[in-house]
């Protein structure tokens, strides 16, 4: 079975600095995605990032940007000069397509400090 | 992307009964998904609920505690049947668009309190 692990449970930082959250994955699978979800304080999950495992190249949104190692079954998300606004739990996610489903990782909350 | 909408926004009910969640999506999908969040917990998948067919349940989770329809391809409803306090819950509906490469779109969550 697929599991995804988030191993910082917690984190904060200041504003404007970069910060990277962390998430490993494990599958025996070879064509797969993976994203990052963000869920800010009683609002709405959206998509922060996708990548494509069969995609070599990391996937950049503006300041987020992920280190995806499929050996290492590693995917890590980096957030560049960090805003108040990126506080919110940050769900690590993996897809496949023979379940159709997305697994979610147990997340990270994150607090950016003024 | 999908514009999704959920009735009741909240609700606090009593033990031993049912209530029903309407997750209403703006364009036609084929795939509709219902989580359960617990407050600061990630997403447990109850279900798959594809138009025309009967829903799929994730182990754990059975068809009389969670009935679930699927009339159409812009609708979907959410039963929590004789609820007890450990139903208290965020439940979510989420669907996945044609083309989006996987991406799934949340509606805003339904939070229940169960007295």
């Known amino acids: 079975a697929q599991t995804v692990t988030q191993s910082q449970p917690e984190m904060s930082v200041q504003e404007a600095e970069t910060v990277t959250l962390s998430c490993t994955y494990d599958?025996?699978?070879?064509?797969?995605?993976l994203f990052w979800y963000k869920q800010p304080p009683s609002r709405q999950m959206i998509l922060v990032i996708r990548?494509?495992?069969?995609?070599?190249q990391n996937a950049t949104e503006n300041r987020f940007s992920v280190n995806f190692q499929k050996a290492a079954k590693s995917f890590s998300l980096k957030i560049s000069d960090s805003q108040l606004g990126d506080t919110a739990m940050y769900f690590c996610?993996?897809?496949?397509?023979?379940?159709?489903?997305?697994?979610f990782g147990k997340g990270t909350r994150l607090h950016i400090l003024p | 992307s999908a514009v999704i909408s959920q009735k009741p926004s909240r609700d606090i009910c009593q033990r031993g009964t049912s209530l029903t969640i309407q997750c209403q999506v703006d364009?036609?999908?084929?795939?509709m998904f219902w989580y359960r969040q617990q407050p600061g917990q990630s997403l447990t998948l109850i279900a798959t609920?594809?138009?025309?067919?009967?829903?799929?349940?994730e182990s754990g989770f059975v068809i009389d505690k969670f009935p679930i329809s699927r009339p159409n391809l812009t609708f979907s409803t959410l039963t929590v049947s004789n609820m007890s306090p450990e139903d208290s819950s965020i439940y979510l509906c989420?669907?996945?668009?044609?083309?989006?490469?996987?991406?799934?779109?949340f509606g805003p969550g339904t939070r229940l309190t169960v007295l």
């Open positions: 989420s669907v996945e668009q044609p083309r989006s490469y996987n991406e799934q779109f």
């Open positions: 599958t025996s699978e070879s064509n797969y995605y």
């Open positions: 990548q494509e495992a069969y995609k070599q």
């Open positions: 996610a993996f897809w496949m397509n023979r379940d159709d489903k997305i697994i």
């Open positions: 364009s036609q999908v084929t795939m």
């Open positions: 609920a594809n138009q025309g067919s009967e829903a799929t349940y």
